[in-house]
């Protein structure tokens, strides 16, 4: 099993950024794929999770209109599109999967996911 992010740099606030999750290993369809971040000093925190098979989605109230999760299911691949990027978005983003899906209440749970990526940097200047 390994899920592989990249896209991670550097970008001036109010950019954009897309970042990807490449999976494999594992049946991509029977998991859900969530996003994480950690910034410096704070504790990991859920963005938002994407449904493989039917790619329903679901995010939290920061992100909200910023921030959207698509995948492709030829590619096994998740991406996270973040746009109007502020300082406070900075910070190491990893891809997780967890089998069977995600759902509103706990999508956001880190220990509720089987795999993890490295991750991959962000940051954003003012």
């Known amino acids: 099993v390994q899920l592989v992010e990249s896209g991670g740099g550097l970008v001036q606030a109010g950019g954009s950024l897309t970042l990807s999750c490449a999976a494999s290993g594992f049946p991509f369809d029977e998991f859900a794929i969530g996003w994480f971040r950690q910034a410096p000093g704070k504790e990991r925190e859920g963005i938002g999770c994407?449904?493989?098979?039917?790619?329903?989605?679901f995010s939290v109230d920061a992100v909200k209109g910023r921030f959207a999760i698509t995948s492709d299911k030829q590619k096994n691949t998740v991406y996270l599109r973040m746009n109007d990027l502020i300082s406070a978005d900075t910070g190491v983003y990893f891809c997780?999967?967890?089998?069977w899906g995600c759902g509103y209440v706990d999508f956001h749970v880190s220990r509720l996911y089987d795999y993890w990526g490295q991750g991959t940097q962000v940051t954003v200047s003012s």
């Open positions: 994407i449904n493989t098979r039917d790619e329903s989605t």
């Open positions: 997780a999967a967890v089998r």
